[in-house]
């Protein structure tokens, strides 16, 4: 809904509220929600700007339950149960994870998710280098300035040796 027209969203309020209805304009019908009907939207507010943001008028016909990252063990946990890796390297996955999104003064909008995390243990699992690994499904998923991913790369490296 995010990526939608401001202008194409409102046609969703009287399904979203109390009304529970979608009129179809083209047709002239009006289409009456099921009793068990519920609409589910899901977004990341931190990819909104001025122009794409989600109208008040729309948001406020939702419940809002706000997520952050898991805890350290939990996202440990969660790497190893979705990629059958081993503790340690899914440890060091998270220690990553938890100093990248520590950074500050870099041009990195959008930290790195479980779901990279798990792309990276998905590959080290089938043999590829821990090191690559990271910069390909992690670095290079989060920025392509060459600074941003200078100072990614040498992060990783502190946890995995880079091979030549």
Avoid at 10 to 15: A, D, E, F, K, M
Avoid at 28 to 40: K, N, R, S
Avoid at 113 to 132: C, H, M, N, P, W
């Amino acid at each position: 809904m995010i990526e939608d027209r401001k202008d194409t969203t409102v046609i969703l309020h009287s399904l979203a509220d109390y009304r529970r209805v979608l009129p179809l304009d083209r047709t002239g019908e009006t289409i009456e929600a099921h009793p068990d009907f519920m609409l589910v939207v899901s977004y990341n507010p931190g990819y909104q700007n001025i122009l794409k943001g989600m109208k008040p008028s729309t948001k406020q016909r939702f419940i809002s339950l706000s997520f952050d990252y898991p805890k350290k063990e939990e996202e440990k946990q969660i790497i190893i149960k979705e990629s059958s890796i081993d503790e340690k390297i899914a440890t060091k996955l998270v220690n990553i994870a938890n100093e990248i999104r520590e950074l500050t003064d870099t041009d990195i909008q959008e930290a790195v998710s479980t779901r990279l995390l798990v792309y990276a243990a998905k590959l080290i699992k089938k043999g590829f280098d821990e090191y690559q690994a990271c910069i390909h499904c992690i670095v290079e998923s989060l920025s392509d300035d060459k600074e941003v991913i200078d100072v990614l790369e040498r992060l990783i490296s502190l946890h995995f040796i880079k091979k030549d």
